[in-house]
């Protein structure tokens, strides 16, 4: 859009004003680029021209359009700025009342100065759990948003509350804390909230004191930390106190007092318990009366401080402690009282013996008075030689009074700091907390001191971190949603920060002029002139050379300079405080005790907090040093205020930003220039403008796509992707593509993009309305139109006639002209054409001819000149060519006579002497080659040592380098002392260089003691291991025998078996008596972790899973292997990838891990090469073993035939063991083992002994058998000796092929089983049996093949595993000698380096193998004592299951008996059970029954059995029998309930079963007024012996229990759908509008995804429970409560987010709301359930809806309203009426005046005050009486239930 759209007439600006900072206009004409002047109308009809700069071109501000006034976030306005914001905060807090609105990620909450009923219970359950967006601005959501993230991202939260004094921090601080108190819940009975809250009045009276702006302002910042357990329950609390303004103990400015407490304890001087203290009134102590006035207006100090001595024996302080404390607060009073005297010289002073207040001082504390008096007056200067004593001056006693008295009360402050964090202190370990920070706000008075520079250059920080904050939100939005993210500039106050705290800063300055021996204020003034006069930051005033400016965020703040010295130094001597140690008094003296200032750093944080960021005190200790205290105030303050940014820093912060709308405290009277000074200080503007720099306006595309579909044409509607439609509208209305961008999920706008767009759908609004008028003005005037229109055709047709003849006749007249003048022009052309053509042609001959006769004769000329060239050059040529040719033949002659005379002579010398020279040459090889190794060895070296030169130099390069440039920043910064402190430096590097080798000798000395302990350990272990194996293989040996023995070495062996039993059982005892301890602790933290700190997560398996899931007791080296790598994988997943990559012995096990895999691969993959060479061989060796003789195969198979049967002999004895083992265990499992029983082995000895028995029979036929075929076989092959070769093959045909073991053994048992099952030979013979075994015995011969194939594999795999640990070996020694001939190499010094890194880099290995085998055999001990413990479990199981056994043997018989007598009768409705089974009959009715195996039966079957099973009990008169079922009953059906406490089905079953079973009860119970409807046969069903009346009751009680319970469960199911189903989903298509949302539509703690649901998903929830709770037998009675109830909660529900949300109070949502109410209506008509009241409790909802529609104009509108609202109460119809908003523009808001209307008219009512139902309310439930009309011997069980044990009587 340009700027004459923008600025068109009637359009709304913003214009300067000195009085309401900003005032509306509406222009009157269209502005015009280049315009000096705007004509204005103001609101108040007055004419005015705006100038304009011409230059800078700032035109006015222009106004947000009327719909999108009152938005709950000021980031939804379209237009951004400061006007903007001013007046939608005026335009909610005094029209609409609302006090807090959003800014983007800040609530700014503005004090109405008067009590709102917005903070009840109801309005924080109305906000718990609800997204942040969603409801309307309160702070209550900002504490909902932080506990929310704070538990789903378990990051700790803080909340910023700030703001000038008066504005409300401490309100908002502490309605932020109820709502953690009530939305956490105390996990304990300790109230954490009342206990914070009552730390406020001590808090108030030793921390607040009167300003010029404020009678109780803080005057410290606080930070509450509240601790959460893992399940999100406050635990405790922590509170920290930052920036005590301890100058005001000593000073007071006018019209301000001290800390309320020294008032409070004067106005309480007269008490008699406080005579002691010699006070008076305040007016009579110069530390309280400095300010003037020592009273408050409407402030009773002896009240408050009763209210502060109450607050401290509420917090547990004794009352002899605050005695203390009040003597010490006495005493400050009194030492500011002591009369000073100078002496003559006026370096000295003295005070008077005899000062009355010296004396009360030194009482009070409790200290000597000379010592006291002398010490005041002198200090101690202590020099290397000698130690002296000076006297001061008088200014300098004066000033070490003050100090002394600032610094007992901040110590007196962090005492009682510290007690109430005890007070609020836990023993339960912290998961994570929220902290609340109450901080002071910017501050500028008329004189501005050293307290308020520490506090600006607070708020500097804190605005700091909001403004990068902010800026990273946004980033985080942009990067979101996937927008070209742009820098935005947004101010950076670092400047500012850095002129305060950086390097030669103000503070810095300060603490160097402190550090001068006669350093003045003026002196560091001057020097701050000298230094930062170029800063932008700071400024020097004009009249002023004590003073300067420095330049805020906020605003230019002047700070005088006096007393900032003093102040900062705070000087307190170590004489005066050793005094006060040496106190009488306990707690003076603790005050001041060496501990106390080294603990006091922790006393914030070390309380029982212990969340996941160390948190350190934000009040730094002081600390004594020789003379004073070194550390002064600034860098104090400094450190404190760097460790609160740090703790803000690690959390997620949400700010609060107090606004005080005036300064006479008036009610809703709201100040623009007091809001508009605020706003700029605490950032809120700095949020605007950085929205407004991006695109502040976002629309998701469903939303923007329903407002602004009028703009969209027709066509474009045919398409369905909603996203392509926004895209090509907003293209074709917004030309500029830089105002908008497109975003994952949402559109976003540049400012002032949403008014154009709202400006266009009014124009699209207002053009339809205009063409409804056109057509009907048309339609008025069509027959005078035509007739108007007949006419102009007539005269039209004869006009047009008359010129139509004039122009035929003169185009006529024109031909003819133009063909005269064509023809007589043309005759002239012609002629001269002819005369010019004879003239040129007669020109061009004679020139032609001339040019060609002077082209030849010089063609002619230059031919002659050529043929003369040609021949002189030819003969110059040749004469050339014969000179040279001539010298070169002369001089190769010469040359070559030359070199033939030297090669002739060169021949004859060589003819000589070749054999000298041959006898010669055997010599000299030898030593060419010597001198050539020679050579290249000294190259080598020269080359090494060449490489180490250039090393070296270049090491020394970089060194050089480095020490000139350090030498350079020490010389820039520090000058002449660089040279001695380089020498410091160097002395120091050796100093630690010495203590680097002192502690390696140390760890050294260590690591051999360690090693030599390690050692002596797995000597221990390893001859404890010993032990165990030997024990083992006895026991594998004792099991050999057992199976080579004949059978009469059974007794035997059940007598070593039941030793061994014995020695186990001792074993066990032992270990149990030993590991006693350590398992009761383990299961007392086990059930803790469970219970209390129990949190959704990683779980660990239990410790003894790994017992469970392995027998064996020896893993092998692999299981063991892979068991360490797990264990050390599982530890860094612990511990955390941090700090595992500190750990370096888990890294050295991972990768000796990695190296012992990558050596099984090496060996697994030769193991493979040497596999195919074998079967190779076997190839090869295959035809041989085809010619072995019969013979042999037939001695071969009957031999292994015995030692086959040895073996498997034994495994079977194995396996029957284990199956034996493993049905114990399983019917110890399946029974209780709550019994015992005498005999606890004869079961387990006579299964064995029967077994053996078994063993040895089979035994014997299998050798008979097999004899019989192996001679049978020799017998057959003897008569076809023909054919050897063939019958061998035909007998084994797979001999020679490798066997897999396991087949074998399957095959040969296979035969074994064949042949158990016969008894005599004739059966073998019969259908070929013998020829399987005859197979069978040859399957056994290839197993005895592949034994010997594996034993010879296992030999070679042996030999090739010493091999490749030679080669090891060999790689080992080699890389040892690499190592070698490098050391040699080096330097003595880098060898003896390098020596000792490689043994300590072996001596690491060797731990971490000692260590890694000791973790082994640890790891086997825990196995072997766990399977210990469980075999001896096992054995206890049995025992108990053997007694079980003999109890149903026993069972049994009576059974029998008791059918034979009952044979014949007819069954009575009653069920029989013996004693012992009534923990089955209750497991298998109640708590393992399931709804779902019911189906079809008769509804509330299990009720009809208990009852059935308690007339039994009555009928034989069993009191204790009939007691135990109903109380097992109860408690069964309380512990399904408490299982399945989210189940509404299985809920509701046992809501029926139980309410059924009270109705058999009452129905027969044989009273008279239950058994009207009951027939004759239900009469005698009745008990006769009971009276049950007390049971019913509890019955009762638990129905009422249950029925609870399921209301809760089906609440919990509809109350997520409620809001989105009733309010927010479109019911009826294209109804509602969309408004512009702000930045709180984008909470964090919102999810991505449309979870919205509609109506429909309500109403087939609430089908599912109708249909469950009837197939389920429940009472229509009930059904029907349960109905009403739910409409109730979806009518409190629906209304109170109506009441809290201003998006949803609309025309459109009413309509919406009426139309779900009747489908709702509708719903219960259908289901019969109109009766249950449900409707009558949708009625608040109904008249809201209602109210929403009506007509809200005129006083007849009112009584309408009041006579029709007669269920809402006046809060809610107010509340509403503010809240109403219209969604477009020709809608009108309700008035101010409109709404008085109301209130006027509804004042007679006596309405409660609440404003939100309570939707947790539960209405009383009533259970009438429903007999049932089956009788109980008409009931059938069915077997499904098993309960066989039940016997029909």
Request: glycine share 4%; hydrophobic share 35%; net charge neutral.
């Amino acid at each position: 859009m340009s700027v004459s759209e923008l600025y068109a007439q009637h359009t709304r600006v913003w214009i300067p004003d000195p009085d309401e900072v900003w005032r509306s206009a509406e222009l009157t004409k269209d502005y015009k680029v280049g315009d000096p002047s705007l004509q204005l109308r103001l609101e108040d009809e007055t004419i005015r021209e705006y100038p304009i700069d011409v230059q800078g071109n700032q035109l006015p501000f222009l106004r947000n359009p009327d719909i999108l006034v009152g938005e709950n976030d000021l980031t939804a306005l379209s237009y951004l700025h400061e006007p903007a914001v001013l007046h939608n905060l005026k335009v909610r807090f005094l029209e609409s009342n609302h006090i807090y609105t959003y800014c983007g990620i800040v609530l700014v909450a503005i004090n109405p100065y008067e009590q709102l009923p917005i903070y009840g219970q109801d309005v924080i359950y109305a906000y718990s759990g609800q997204n942040m967006g969603d409801m309307d601005p309160h702070i209550f959501a900002v504490a909902e948003e932080a506990y929310k993230q704070m538990a789903r991202d378990e990051k700790n939260q803080s909340i910023i509350v700030s703001g000038e004094s008066g504005a409300g921090k401490t309100v908002s601080a502490k309605y932020a804390m109820r709502y953690f108190a009530t939305v956490g819940g105390s996990a304990s009975d300790t109230n954490i909230e009342e206990k914070v809250l009552a730390s406020s009045p001590i808090m108030e009276a030793i921390g607040n004191a009167k300003t010029t702006r404020n009678d109780n302002s803080s005057r410290f910042g606080k930070y509450i930390q509240i601790g959460f357990d893992k399940r999100y329950h406050i635990i405790g609390a922590n509170m920290r106190t930052y920036l005590l303004e301890k100058s005001r103990v000593v000073f007071q400015a006018d019209d301000e007092r001290n800390y309320h407490i020294f008032y409070q304890l004067c106005a309480a001087a007269s008490l008699p318990e406080f005579k002691e203290l010699a006070l008076t009134c305040a007016e009579d102590f110069f530390y309280t009366s400095q300010g003037g006035e020592t009273c408050i207006e409407g402030v009773d100090d002896a009240e408050d401080f009763e209210k502060t001595r109450q607050a401290f024996t509420l917090l547990g302080v004794r009352e002899s402690h605050q005695i203390s404390i009040f003597k010490i607060i006495a005493s400050i009073l009194h030492l500011g009282n002591v009369e000073i005297q100078a002496e003559r010289d006026g370096d000295s002073c003295s005070i008077s013996p005899q000062d009355e207040h010296l004396n009360s001082f030194c009482r009070l504390l409790g200290v000597e008075h000379s010592q006291m008096e002398h010490w005041l007056c002198h200090r101690k200067l202590v020099t290397t030689s000698e130690t002296y004593v000076k006297t001061m001056s008088l200014q300098q006693v004066v000033n070490a009074r003050n100090a002394l008295a600032k610094h007992i009360y901040a110590q007196l402050f962090g005492w009682i700091v510290e007690h109430i964090n005890k007070a609020l202190h836990t023993p339960l370990k912290q998961h994570s907390f929220i902290g609340v920070l109450d901080i002071y706000g910017f501050e500028t008075f008329e004189v501005n001191s050293f307290e308020q520079f520490c506090i600006n250059y607070a708020n500097e920080k804190l605005q700091q971190q909001f403004n990068s904050h902010v800026f990273k939100l946004e980033q985080e939005e942009y990067m979101k949603e996937q927008i070209p993210w742009t820098l935005i500039d947004f101010y950076d106050n670092q400047p500012c920060i850095d002129l305060i705290e950086a390097k030669l800063g103000i503070l810095d300055l300060l603490d160097e002029e402190c550090k001068v021996p006669k350093g003045t204020d003026q002196n560091w003034a001057q020097k701050l002139y000298d230094r930062h006069s170029g800063s932008q930051h700071f400024q020097k005033p004009r009249m002023s050379n004590t003073a300067f400016i420095v330049v805020h965020f906020a605003d230019k703040v002047e700070y005088l300079s006096d007393g900032f010295l003093e102040k900062n130094r705070d000087t307190v001597y170590e004489e005066q405080i050793n005094i006060l140690k040496a106190s009488k008094f306990p707690l003076v003296a603790d005050l001041f005790h060496d501990d106390k200032d080294s603990a006091s750093a922790t006393t914030a944080s070390g309380k029982g907090s212990s969340s996941k960021i160390n948190i350190r005190s934000a009040r730094p200790p002081l600390k004594v040093s020789n003379k004073e205290h070194k550390k002064t105030v600034g860098h104090q303050f400094r450190t404190s205020l760097h460790l609160l940014m740090e703790t803000l820093n690690a959390t997620t912060p949400h700010y609060v930003r107090c606004i005080k709308p005036n300064d006479e405290k008036l009610p809703f009277h709201f100040d623009p220039k007091r809001a508009v000074q605020q706003l700029r200080a605490c950032g809120v503007l700095e949020t605007i403008r950085i929205s407004a720099a991006g695109y502040p306006s976002r629309w998701a595309y469903h939303d923007f796509f329903n407002r602004y579909r009028v703009l969209i044409k027709k066509r474009e509607l045919a398409n369905t992707d909603k996203k392509a439609i926004c895209r090509s509208v907003l293209e074709s209305l917004i030309k500029d593509p830089d105002k908008f961008q497109f975003g994952r999920t949402k559109i976003f706008f540049r400012a002032g993009q949403v008014a154009y767009l709202e400006k266009l759908r009014a124009d699209k609004f207002r053009a339809a309305t205009i063409m409804i008028q056109k057509t009907v003005r048309g339609w008025l005037q069509k027959v005078k139109y035509r007739r108007l229109k007949a006419t102009a055709l007539t005269l039209q047709r004869y006009c047009r006639g008359l010129l139509a003849r004039r122009l035929a006749q003169h185009l006529r007249r024109t031909q003819a002209a133009i063909v005269l003048q064509k023809q007589y022009r043309m005759q002239r052309a012609r002629l001269a054409y002819q005369r010019v053509r004879r003239a040129a042609v007669t020109i061009q001959a004679f020139t032609r001819g001339m040019f060609v006769r002077r082209i030849y004769q010089q063609v002619l000329m230059e031919h002659k000149a050529t043929l003369l060239q040609k021949h002189v050059r030819g003969w110059m040529a040749r004469r050339r060519f014969q000179r040279l040719r001539s010298a070169a033949i002369v001089i190769q002659c010469g040359f070559r006579m030359l070199k033939a005379k030297q090669e002739l002579k060169a021949l004859k010398i060589e003819a000589r002497s070749a054999e000298h020279l041959k006898r010669l040459n055997v010599g000299m090889e030898n030593k060419v080659v010597q001198l050539q190794r020679k050579i290249d060895d000294q190259n080598k070296e020269f080359k090494t040592l060449s490489e180490q030169l250039s090393a070296v130099t270049y090491t020394h390069t970089m060194e050089v380098e480095k020490l000139k440039k350090e030498l350079a920043h020490y010389q820039k910064s520090q000058g002449g002392d660089s040279s001695l402190r380089l020498q410091e430096e160097v002395e120091g590097l050796r100093a630690e260089l010495q203590r680097a080798h002192s502690e390696r000798k140390i760890l050294e000395d260590t690591h051999t003691k360690e090693k030599d302990e390690l050692r002596k350990r797995v000597a221990d272990l390893e001859e404890e291991n010993a032990l165990l194996k030997d024990e083992k293989e006895q026991l594998n040996n004792q099991i050999l025998c057992q199976a080579k023995d004949e059978f009469a070495q059974n007794s035997a062996k059940e007598n070593l078996m039941k030793r061994e039993l014995e020695e186990e059982r001792s074993r066990y005892q032992n270990l149990v008596k030993e590991y006693s301890r350590l398992e009761q602790r383990y299961d007392n933290l086990r059930d803790e972790m469970t219970i209390i700190k129990q949190t959704p997560g990683h779980r660990r398996n239990p410790s003894n899973q790994s017992s469970l899931e392995s027998d064996s007791n020896y893993p092998s080296v692999s299981t063991s292997e892979v068991g360490d790598t797990e264990d050390a994988l599982q530890q860094v997943e612990d511990i955390g990838l941090e700090k595992a990559a500190m750990d370096m012995t888990v890294f050295l096990k991972l990768q000796k891990r990695v190296r012992e895999l990558e050596q099984e691969r090496k060996k697994l993959q030769v193991q493979l090469e040497k596999r195919e060479q074998q079967d190779s061989r076997k190839a090869q060796e295959e035809q041989a073993k085809n010619d072995l003789d019969l013979d042999q195969d037939a001695d071969l198979a009957y031999n292994s035939l015995k030692r086959q049967e040895l073996e498997s002999e034994n495994k079977k004895l194995k396996n029957d063991l284990n199956e034996l083992r493993k049905a114990v265990a399983d019917h110890a499992t399946q029974n209780n083992s709550t019994h015992s029983s005498p005999d606890s082995y004869s079961l387990l000895l006579n299964q064995l002994k029967l077994a053996n028995e078994e063993l040895e029979v089979r035994k014997e036929e299998v050798l008979i058998l097999r004899t019989q075929i192996v001679s049978a076989d020799q017998r057959r092959l003897a008569g076809k000796s023909m054919e050897p070769n063939i019958n061998a093959r035909t007998s084994w045909p797979n001999s020679e092929k490798h066997v897999d073991q396991e087949d074998a053994i399957e095959a040969y048992h296979g035969v074994c089983q064949t042949n158990s099952k016969t008894e005599d030979w004739g059966y073998l013979n019969e259908d070929g049996e013998l020829g399987l075994a005859y197979q069978g015995l040859k399957q056994v011969a290839r197993l005895l093949e592949a034994q010997l194939q594996a034993q010879s594999r296992e030999h070679e795999e042996a030999v090739e595993g010493l091999r490749a640990q030679v080669e090891g070996l060999k790689e080992e020694l080699d890389k040892q000698q690499q190592t070698f001939c490098q050391t040699l190499l080096l330097s003595p010094e880098a060898q003896v380096e390098f020596g000792v890194q490689q043994e300590l880099s072996r001596l690491t290995n060797e731990n971490l193998d000692l260590k890694e085998l000791v973790e082994k055999l640890e790891k086997n001990e825990r196995k072997l004592k766990k399977q210990l413990k469980i075999y001896m479990k096992k054995v206890q199981d049995l025992e108990a299951a053997q007694a079980l056994a003999q109890s149903e043997r026993r069972r049994h018989e009576l059974n029998r008996q008791v059918t034979v007598q009952r044979k014949e009768k007819d069954f009575q409705g009653m069920l029989e059970y013996h004693k012992e089974d009534e923990a089955l009959l209750i497991r298998n009715l109640v708590t393992d029954l399931k709804p779902q195996t019911l189906a079809g039966t008769v509804p509330c079957l299990p009720a009809y059995i208990l009852y059935m099973c308690i007339r039994h009990a009555d009928y034989v008169n069993d009191d204790l029998k009939v007691h135990s079922l109903l109380t097992s009953t109860i408690n069964g059906i309380k512990k399904v309930l408490k299982k399945h406490n989210d189940d509404f089905e299985m809920t509701s079953f046992w809501l029926s079963n139980t309410c059924r079973l009270l109705h058999c009860l009452k129905q027969y119970s044989g009273d008279e007024g239950f058994m009207t409807q009951n027939t004759a046969k239900q009469n005698e069903h009745c008990l006769k012996n009971f009276d049950l009346t007390e049971y019913r009751q509890v019955l009762s009680d638990l129905s009422i229990q249950i029925y609870q319970q399921l209301i809760k469960i089906a609440e919990g199911v509809l109350q997520p759908m409620i809001v989105s189903a009733m309010l927010e989903n479109e019911s009826i298509q294209g109804l509602s509008g969309v408004k512009p949302t702000g930045y709180r539509k984008r909470s964090s703690s919102m999810v991505d995804g449309d979870n919205s649901c509609c109506l429909e998903a309500i109403i087939r929830q609430m089908n599912s429970f109708h249909t469950v709770m009837c197939d389920q037998g429940l009472d229509p009675e009930i059904i029907l409560q349960v109905f009403k109830q739910l409409f109730y909660m979806i009518n409190a529900v629906t209304l109170n987010n109506l009441l809290l949300r201003k998006d949803v109070c609309s025309w459109s949502t009413g309509m919406q709301l009426r139309y779900n109410i009747s489908q709702l209506e509708e719903w219960l008509r259908g289901r019969n359930l109109h009766q249950s009241g449900a409707v009558q409790t949708m009625e608040p909802l109904i008249q809201a809806a209602q109210l929403l529609q009506l007509k809200k104009k005129t006083p007849e509108d009112a009584e309408a309203i009041c006579s029709l609202c007669t269920s809402l109460s006046t809060q809610q119809i107010v509340k509403i009426l503010n809240l109403y908003t219209p969604l477009n523009e020709f809608e009108e808001r309700v008035t101010v005046g409109f709404i008085r209307t109301i209130q006027a008219q509804l004042q007679e009512r006596n309405d409660p005050q609440q404003l939100l139902l309570d939707f947790k309310h539960m209405f009383p439930v009533l259970f009438p009486f429903n007999p049932s009309s089956l009788t109980m011997d008409s009931i059938h069980i069915p077997a499904y239930l098993n309960l066989e044990f039940l016997n029909e009587v």
